[in-house]
């Protein structure tokens, strides 16, 4: 095999790849690493784990074709130091040796029998397809992800639930303390009602992959067991969590006691300021007290003291104490956009955050019992 690729087509095809290559789980053995593959005039590198498969084409010249499986955890780094344009990647089929050269560099090291990897199978139709561009999905996913739960007891709360039907696309992630739900109205209905849960790290990766300085068009593919996503020259399958999600309307509140409506960069701020101490205090408890317009906000470390600060806000109804955990409260903030953004709560029961003028994003948290 002799191959001649730009060096930054290589570089970035390795970044795309290089988690899931680095995977312990890899192709499931021991073995992890990635899949260079250059045949009818295609390059490709694919990486595949239990989890995740992930196959990029990449532009070059195929002098000689050819097949390597190799993992090498210095490869991408010194793949972007080197100091060339173009990268020459060769290997003999004498010998298990693979030789990159740029610049002055020549790196060899050993590959692994081809046979041990398994390759990442391309689907093009399932029971459900739609499109969406590679904006909106990245907004759907990190706004609501980073609400999954870590506690892998409930795995159907470790992913994010996509719910399709016809124009309309929701996706949510619970960890039953929190919530976090985004909508959005495709321009074409998908084939078929898809209703998926999507593991968060896996989210994570096709997020981090998806292209937002020129929107591209995303097609997705939903299987029995997976999901298939497909933009541009990279192709992504993602596992599927088996079980049945609850019915995440229940929990959204739609009856309110208070209104109030606050500037979400002082609030913020605020919140930030109590936090350093609430998050030294057992469960990050923030205590609220809302009244005559007015958000006053304390909490408590025994070893160390009381912290206290206000906002101003406009608020309807009666006066209202409430206590939060203070991460929670930070972590749906920080993915509010708004100048402005509505608190919805009544005593006791969960509180609905949205930025003002914009119902498409909501997020629920439950307050904290305290003492």
């Known amino acids: 095999m002799k191959l001649r690729i730009q060096k930054n087509d290589f570089t970035q095809a390795l970044q795309s790849v290089q988690k899931v290559a680095a995977n312990k789980s890899n192709n499931l053995s021991s073995e992890n690493g990635l899949l260079i593959k250059a045949l009818n005039d295609v390059i490709e590198i694919q990486a595949n784990d239990y989890d995740m498969g992930i196959k990029t084409i990449v532009p070059g010249i195929i002098e000689e074709a050819g097949e390597v499986f190799l993992w090498d955890p210095h490869l991408s780094e010194l ?25 002055k560099l020549t790196y060899r090291y050993v590959t692994m029998n081809t046979e041990d990897f398994n390759e990442v199978e391309v689907v093009e139709q399932g029971y459900a397809q739609f499109e969406i561009d590679s904006v ?50 495709l321009e074409q209905s998908a084939t078929d009602d898809i209703q998926a849960i999507i593991p968060s790290r896996l989210l994570t990766e096709v997020s981090r992959q998806l292209p937002t ?78 009244k005559n317009n007015q958000i006053k906000m304390t909490s408590q470390d025994p070893d160390h003291g009381t912290v206290e600060d206000s906002v101003e806000c406009n608020m309807s109804g009666e006066p209202l104490a409430i206590s939060f955990n203070g991460r929670f409260i930070l972590d749906l903030l920080r993915h509010c956009h708004k100048d402005e953004i509505f608190l919805k709560c009544r005593e006791n029961s969960p509180m609905l955050v949205q930025d003002k003028d914009q119902g498409n994003c909501v997020f629920v948290v439950t307050p904290m019992r305290t003492r």
């Open 213 to 290: 300085d020129v929107p591209v068009v995303v097609k997705v593919t939903a299987v029995r067991n997976y999901l298939a996503i497909q933009f541009g020259n990279v192709y992504m399958r993602t596992r599927l969590i088996e079980g049945i999600f609850p019915d995440y309307r229940r929990v959204i509140p739609t009856e309110f006691q208070n209104i109030i409506t606050v500037n979400r960069s002082e609030f913020t701020e605020a919140v930030e300021r109590i936090s350093i101490v609430a998050k030294d205090a057992q469960y990050n408890v923030i205590n609220f007290e809302i």
């Open 79 to 103: 793949t972007r130091r080197i100091n060339s344009d173009e990268i020459i990647l060769t290997k003999n089929e004498s010998n298990s040796q693979m030789t990159i050269h740029g610049g």
């Open 136 to 185: 909106t999905l990245k907004e759907l996913i990190d706004n609501t992800s980073y609400a999954c739960a870590t506690d892998t007891s409930r795995p159907v709360f470790t992913g994010t639930f996509m719910d399709v039907s016809e124009k309309s696309l929701s996706m949510v992630a619970t960890d039953t303390h929190r919530l976090a739900l985004k909508s959005t109205v």
